[in-house]
C-alpha cells in the first residue's frame, strides 16, 4: 500500500463555530443531556421543515429508529418489512423490540425499496395470517426513495411508514425534504454523515404529542412525580447538550456541505461517465439527492473489485456498496421478497471517496488512480 496521507470515504468536516457552542455549554455549566444547545439544535432542524416537523434530538439514528418504531406500536410478535438494501441500523431495532424483520428487495431507479417487491410481501404476509406492523423505507447514499408509490401502497393497507432518512439530510422530491414523507422519520448525526455531531440522531414527527412520547421514553420513562417513578420501560436515548452544540454549527453550513458532495460526485461523472465499465445513477425527474456517497456500478463482482483494491493499493478508500440484509448471517431465517436487484447492487456497487472536505488534490488523486486501474 502506498504510504501517502490516507483519503477517507466521509470523513467529518467542522464549519468552525462549533466550538463556540461547546464554550458556552463549559462557560454555563449545561454538560447534562438537556440544555440551550439541545433546544437550538432541533429549533434549527424545525427550521429546515419549515417548523412543520417536531424534533426530538437523541443519542443515535438507531436511537431514533427503536423509540420510532416503538411509538408506531411495533412489538413483541410482530413482524415489520424493511428495506434489504441498507446498513444494518435499519433492521437491528425491529429486533430490539421483540419484532421480526421482513426484507425487500430494491429497484433500479433508485436503488431503494422496490414498490412491486413491497406489495407483493405485504399481500403474502396478509394471506399469511400476519398483517405487518410498519415499514421501514430508506433513502440509500442521499438518493430518494419512490415516495408516491411507497406511500399509496402504504395506505391502501394502512400500514405506517418509518421514514429512514440517516442519509439524506439535505435531498428531496419537488423541494419538500426527505424525513417529511412518513408517519414518522429518523435522521442520523453519525461522523460519516452529511453534517455530524459526533453520534446522534434525531426523531422528525408530525405531533407534539410523538415527540413528547420519545422525549419521554428516551429519558429512562420517568414519570411527572418529586421522586422517581416509572409506569413504562424506558432509555437512556437523549443528545447531549455538548453534541447539540457541535449539531448547530453544522446546520449552519448544511447547504455548502450538500453543494460540496453534489460536486464530487458531477467530477465524477465527468471523468469517468466515457468508460463503459462504469455507469452512475441519475436522480429521476423532480429527485434532488444530497450525493452523501457518489456511487458507481460495474458490470461484475470482478471490476468492481479490480476498481476496490487499486484505490486500496494508493490508500484511498472506497467501499462495496450495502451487503442485503437477506444474505446477513444474522437474519438467515428472514423471510425475504423480490428478485435479485438488490444482490446485483452489492455484487456490482461502489462507493467512491465523498466527503464535503474533499480536496480539488484529493479528487484529482483518486481520479487519476482510477484512469490507471481502467486503462490497465
Known amino acids: 500500500?502506498?504510504?501517502?496521507?490516507?483519503?477517507?470515504?466521509?470523513?467529518?468536516?467542522?464549519?468552525?463555530?462549533?466550538?463556540?457552542?461547546?464554550?458556552?455549554?463549559?462557560?454555563?455549566?449545561?454538560?447534562?443531556?438537556?440544555?440551550?444547545?439541545?433546544?437550538?439544535?432541533?429549533?434549527?432542524?424545525?427550521?429546515?421543515?419549515?417548523?412543520?416537523?417536531?424534533?426530538?434530538?437523541?443519542?443515535?439514528?438507531?436511537?431514533?429508529?427503536?423509540?420510532g418504531l416503538e411509538i408506531l406500536g411495533v412489538g413483541a410478535g410482530d413482524e415489520v418489512l424493511c428495506q434489504s438494501l441498507t446498513?444494518?441500523?435499519?433492521?437491528?431495532?425491529?429486533?430490539?423490540?421483540?419484532?421480526?424483520?421482513?426484507?425487500?428487495?430494491?429497484?433500479?431507479?433508485?436503488?431503494?425499496?422496490?414498490?412491486?417487491?413491497?406489495?407483493?410481501?405485504?399481500?403474502?404476509?396478509?394471506?399469511?395470517?400476519?398483517?405487518?406492523?410498519?415499514?421501514?423505507?430508506?433513502?440509500?447514499?442521499?438518493?430518494?426513495?419512490?415516495?408516491?408509490?411507497i406511500t399509496q401502497i402504504a395506505q391502501r393497507y394502512d400500514i405506517p411508514v418509518l421514514e429512514d432518512s440517516a442519509e439524506s439530510l439535505g435531498s428531496h422530491i419537488d423541494g419538500v425534504p426527505c424525513g417529511s414523507f412518513g408517519d414518522i422519520a429518523i435522521l442520523s448525526f453519525n461522523g460519516n454523515k452529511i453534517i455530524?455531531?459526533?453520534g446522534g440522531g434525531a426523531l422528525v414527527c408530525r405531533s407534539e404529542e410523538h415527540k413528547k412520547r420519545a422525549i419521554y421514553l428516551a429519558t429512562q420513562a420517568r414519570d411527572e412525580a418529586p421522586h422517581y417513578q416509572h409506569s413504562d420501560i424506558g432509555y437512556n436515548y437523549r443528545m447531549s447538550n455538548i453534541l447539540a452544540g457541535i449539531g448547530r454549527g453544522q446546520m449552519e453550513v448544511l447547504a455548502d456541505r450538500v453543494a460540496s458532495r453534489r460536486k464530487n460526485y458531477t467530477s465524477y461523472k465527468e471523468e469517468l461517465?466515457?468508460?463503459?465499465?462504469?455507469?452512475?445513477?441519475?436522480?429521476?425527474?423532480?429527485?434532488?439527492?444530497?450525493?452523501?456517497?457518489?456511487?458507481?456500478m460495474?458490470?461484475?463482482?470482478?471490476?468492481?473489485?479490480?476498481?476496490?483494491?487499486?484505490?486500496?493499493?494508493?490508500?484511498?478508500?472506497?467501499?462495496?456498496?450495502?451487503?442485503?440484509?437477506?444474505?446477513?448471517p444474522v437474519f438467515q431465517k428472514n423471510q425475504y421478497y423480490g428478485g435479485e436487484a438488490a444482490e446485483g447492487i452489492f455484487d456490482r456497487g461502489l462507493c467512491l471517496p465523498s466527503g464535503s472536505n474533499l480536496t480539488e488534490q484529493d479528487l484529482d488523486r483518486v481520479l487519476n488512480q482510477i484512469h490507471k486501474i481502467m486503462k490497465s
Open 1 to 67: 500500500m502506498s504510504n501517502k496521507d490516507r483519503i477517507w470515504l466521509s470523513s467529518p468536516h467542522m464549519s468552525g463555530t462549533e466550538l463556540d457552542y461547546i464554550h458556552s455549554a463549559f462557560a454555563e455549566n449545561w454538560i447534562a443531556p438537556l440544555g440551550p444547545n439541545v433546544n437550538a439544535f432541533e429549533a434549527a432542524i424545525s427550521s429546515h421543515y419549515q417548523e412543520k416537523r417536531q424534533i426530538a434530538a437523541l443519542s443515535s439514528g438507531t436511537a431514533a429508529l427503536h423509540l
Open 87 to 149: 446498513f444494518s441500523a435499519s433492521a437491528n431495532p425491529i429486533v430490539y423490540l421483540g419484532a421480526s424483520p421482513v426484507f425487500v428487495d430494491s429497484e433500479w431507479e433508485t436503488y431503494n425499496m422496490d414498490p412491486v417487491a413491497l406489495e407483493m410481501a405485504i399481500e403474502s404476509r396478509i394471506k399469511a395470517g400476519v398483517k405487518p406492523k410498519a415499514i421501514v423505507a430508506v433513502h440509500l447514499y442521499g438518493m430518494p426513495y419512490q415516495n408516491d408509490r
Open 196 to 198: 455530524t455531531t459526533s
Open 273 to 296: 461517465a466515457k468508460y463503459e465499465e462504469i455507469d452512475f445513477l441519475e436522480e429521476p425527474e423532480g429527485y434532488f439527492s444530497n450525493r452523501w456517497l457518489s456511487t458507481i
Open 298 to 328: 460495474t458490470p461484475s463482482f470482478e471490476i468492481r473489485e479490480k476498481i476496490r483494491l487499486g484505490l486500496w493499493e494508493e490508500n484511498i478508500e472506497s467501499r462495496p456498496m450495502w451487503k442485503p440484509m437477506h444474505l446477513q
